[in-house]
């Protein structure tokens, strides 16, 4: 007789009051111990995530049709894609910071430009810079 699996509904988990609100890439509720450990180190393999390799990983090992059913049930990469999105974000708001600042310190004040300078570098200053086009 054929199993159906159901998988967790990651959008109810946002819908909670924010004191009770959990990020995708923590233990969700009811998920057990060991399923969450096992994400763990499938989040946490940033270079290669490969379901089919964690279970050996685990101790003591578990069968891969296990790990399948709890990367389905726990969407397990959806919530690695958030967790990735967020490290990103931190990254980026870490790395951009000092170049801001360094820049900031660097330039020389505006009242010692010329009109058309003034002009210039009021222009740079509203041109949207991405974080990966932002160099020093």
Do not use: Y
């Not at 959008?11 to 009770?20: C, I, Y």
């Not at 726990?74 to 490290?87: G, H, K, N, S, T």
């Not at 430009?113 to 509203?126: A, G, K, W």
């Amino acid at each position: 007789m054929a199993r159906i699996l159901h998988q967790v509904n990651l959008d109810a988990l946002q819908n909670v009051e924010p004191a009770r609100r959990r990020e995708l890439w923590e233990r969700l509720p009811g998920e057990p111990a060991r399923a969450f450990r096992a994400f763990a180190m499938f989040r946490d393999a940033l270079e290669r995530r490969v379901v089919s390799e964690v279970g050996a990983k685990l101790t003591p090992p578990c069968s891969r049709q296990n790990v399948w059913r709890w990367s389905f049930r726990w969407r397990w990469e959806e919530r690695a894609a958030a967790f990735d999105v967020e490290q990103d974000r931190v990254q980026r708001a870490a790395t951009v910071t000092p170049k801001r600042a360094h820049l900031l310190e660097n330039w020389c004040p505006l009242s010692h430009l010329t009109l058309l300078d003034r002009q210039c570098f009021h222009s740079l200053i509203f041109i949207p810079l991405g974080a990966s086009r932002f160099r020093c």
